[in-house]
């Protein structure tokens, strides 16, 4: 499977394609991951999210799948890259994670045929949807505050092309647990 990374090294942006990545200098010394920014490989606009879109998560909450699906959207601001920290913002007690793939639209699509989809999509890549949930209530009907929050959108470090996500499970670690 081909993937892109985006890397910054001694100040310089590097994009990598390929797989099973390792890091050299100029001289063919390996640098160390510790030593690398992760960035991502591309930079959106907006970030659109559909709402309930796991039957494991219908299940927790003991609803039925909508007819349609809802969406909401988190500002590009919230982007948290590879190996980043996420900051808890002051007072939050309830910080909840989600693990989501992620699908990276490529080019503009507006009013697109449903056939057509697969021909605007770029790739897809991992994500850890964080959620402030202290505000789940009070913000009921807007998700801006509890996922779009500075750092709560990590994501990557790759954009795996042409993957197959069908019949694929996700597991969420926090600190490698």
Request: proline letters at 4%; a positive charge; hydrophobic letters at 35%.
């Amino acid at each position: 499977m081909k993937t892109i990374r985006k890397i910054l090294v001694n100040g310089k942006i590097e994009t990598l394609y390929g797989k099973n990545f390792s890091y050299s200098d100029n001289e063919g010394k390996k640098i160390n991951d510790t030593s690398i920014k992760f960035l991502f490989p591309v930079k959106p606009r907006l970030i659109v999210c559909v709402h309930l879109n796991y039957k494991s998560r219908l299940d927790e909450l003991k609803r039925i799948q909508p007819q349609a699906p809802t969406y909401f959207w988190k500002p590009a601001s919230c982007l948290n890259f590879h190996k980043e920290n996420v900051v808890r913002p002051l007072g939050c007690k309830y910080l909840n994670y989600e693990g989501e793939i992620a699908l990276v639209v490529g080019r503009k699509a507006k009013n697109i045929k449903y056939e057509e989809a697969n021909k605007y999509i770029m790739g897809y890549s991992i994500a850890n949807d964080f959620g402030l949930h202290d505000f789940r209530d009070t913000d009921e009907n807007s998700m801006v505050r509890v996922k779009g929050t500075d750092t709560l959108g990590a994501v990557g470090p790759d954009i795996a092309l042409n993957w197959d996500y069908r019949n694929k499970n996700i597991t969420t670690y926090v600190n490698d647990k």
